[in-house]
């Protein structure tokens, strides 16, 4: 029987290409997507001078990995890419590089891509290559939302009052059914609505919702293609609002800036309203259709 009393640091040569396996996930993702076009889109929220920064392309790829294997703390993302060798390779690190900081992508948020919509024009460029490569079919669409619990104690709340009048209350009305139903009402009494809002999470909304859990959540909505699977939009809304709504501008959206031509939306019994199925079917001339 060995045991290994002592060990012996040595000076090894390696290539970081023969550690990842041939067949690894990340190798596959690697070789399907050039991730260049992220510096175009980047590009104007960077400075010409100061210090040189962080790839923003290795920014990116950190929090795919995040979002692959399940990592949802920056600061663990960070301590998986130091020792992860199969990490290294896709983030374009060798065995001595530094691993950026997981602070950089709080002060990015806070700064640099605060009121941008880069992230939303990358999510975008994916999507668009998928349909170039034959990955979209673009027939029928299915959408359905999901909660995720906001980092807020659901303790720690205040109230709030909203004043809503009889011009926003036909405003959404308008916005739903894409004309003008109604004129606006100068003279009639306001509603007053009380609404929680969590101290240090001021954008997530109070989901009351049975049998969900009740609590400070966000709600996230997907839509994805049917015939491959590929998510073609993602939007998130504060927790407290229902799923209609946003069904309607989601999917304008598909077809207005990703030119996805879906005719029929796959919708569960949360958007079956009278809202949804006049916008899905006026708002093109195309006439969609709901299943």
Partial sequence: MTEQKSR????????MEDLVP????????DAAIDFSFIYEIMRPVYSDIGRPSVDPVILVKMLLIGYLYGIDSERKLEEEITVNIAYRWFLGLDLEDKVPDHSVFSQNRKRRFKDTEVFQEIFNTVVKKCAEAGLI????????????????????????????GPNEYWQKLNDEYGQDIRQKSEDADMTVTIKKKAVSDPEAGWMHR???PAGFHY???QSADIQYGIITDVHVTPGDVTDAPYCVKRIAYQKQKLKIPFRFAGLDSGYDTVAVHHGLHMAREDRMNVI
């Fill in 137 to 164: 079919g673009g027939e029928c669409v299915v959408m359905d939302s999901t909660h995720i619990k906001a980092n807020a104690a659901n303790g720690n709340a205040e109230k709030v009052l909203l004043m809503e």
């Fill in 219 to 221: 709600l996230c909505h």
């Fill in 22 to 29: 041939k067949g690894h996930f990340l190798r596959k993702l």
């Fill in 8 to 15: 012996q640091n040595r000076m090894l040569c390696v290539l």
């Fill in 210 to 212: 049975h049998p969900k």
